[in-house]
Each structure stands twice: as C-alpha cells, then as structure tokens.
C-alpha cells in the first residue's frame, strides 16, 4: 500500500529552492535539504527520486515563479517602455536579493555538475535562454513593424543582447557593482535601440 503525501510540495520546493539557491547544487547536502524542507527522507525519495530530481524541479519551480517578468515584454505595447519596466524590474529584484538568480547561479556552476546531471540542467538553462531571447526577439519585431525600431536594427543580435543584459545584471548585483551604472546601462542601449 502506498501512502499518501502529507505535505505541501510547493512549500517543499520553495525551502529546497532556498537551499540550491544559496549554496549551489554541489555544495547543497541531502542534510542541508532535509533540514530546511522538514519533510523525512523517505518523503524526499518518495516524492522526488533523489537530490538531482529534487534540483531540476527546483528549477522548474523557480522559472515558473518568475513567469510574470517576462508578461511584461509579452503585453508591452510600447518596446522600449516594455524594455524598460522589464529591466527596471530585473534590477530590483537582482539588488534587493543577494542570491542573484537561480538560472543565472545554475549555468555558472554548471561546470561543477556531475556528468549525469549536466544534461538534464543544461536543457533547462538552455530552454529558459531560448524563451527570453525569443521573448525579446517578438517584442524587437513588433516594434519593427510598428515603426518604433528603425528598419536597419538587427534584432536578432539586439535580442541576443538583452538575453546577455539580463543574466549579465544579476552577475553584477553578486558582485555588488553599482546599481546606478547598471540602472544606466541598461536605459543606454534602449535608447539607442
């Protein structure tokens, strides 16, 4: 007979989440999740397999808590108002955190991942890159046909761009650069879109 799951699993992912996002995975121990997520470790097998399943649904769990950053570029009906509420809010949420972003963290520890895990994270990392560019990549085209971004503009590389901005954001709010450069930044290359 198979017993029931007596616990919130959104709960349990956002401890876990926690946990990954402040140490990494490879310096997360089952101790570490345990702890924070309360549950036993037979629940933890049970629900999730193992630390690695319990990771990738972590990621998951995180792009899906973040989803509503990207409505703002999705239902933007000016480009670069859109660009920059993303942004603006991008930033705040990159300096009011001193974990950065979980995306972010994961794709620059992923040299530290074991070989069986690598893959499955890659696709994930991969797969939330390809999203947002894509994101920006419509928004850019939009603003094409609308006339709001010159026809010369190469918005594929311009897309590209903001995908590197974004992630670059949250590597300079780890390593505490100053917001006002950032903030500045970023309304730069929108005005000169």
Request: glycine share 4%; aromatic share 10%; proline share 1%.
């Amino acid at each position: 007979m198979t017993r029931t799951v007596d616990f919130n699993q959104e709960k349990i992912l956002d401890k876990a989440m926690l946990v990954f996002w402040q140490k990494g995975y490879e310096k997360t121990s089952l101790q570490d999740l345990l702890q924070a997520t309360g549950i036993s470790r037979s629940s933890l097998y049970n629900t999730f397999n193992d630390k690695a399943h319990l990771f990738t649904a972590c990621i998951a769990h995180y792009r899906k808590k973040t989803a509503f950053r990207k409505e703002i570029l999705l239902n933007a009906c000016n480009v670069k108002e859109g660009l920059r509420e993303y942004f603006k809010q991008r930033i705040a949420a990159s300096y009011s955190s001193p974990l950065g972003c979980l995306i972010t963290n994961t794709a620059v520890e992923d040299i530290l991942l074991s070989e069986s895990l690598k893959p499955e994270v890659d696709a994930l990392v991969q797969d939330q890159f390809t999203e947002l560019e894509k994101i920006f990549f419509d928004l850019l085209e939009k603003g094409k046909q609308s006339g709001e971004i010159a026809a010369s503009v190469d918005i594929k590389a311009q897309a590209f761009l903001f995908l590197n901005l974004n992630h670059s954001i949250n590597v300079m709010a780890k390593a505490k650069m100053d917001r006002s450069d950032v903030e500045h930044m970023v309304e730069n290359v929108i005005y000169n879109l």
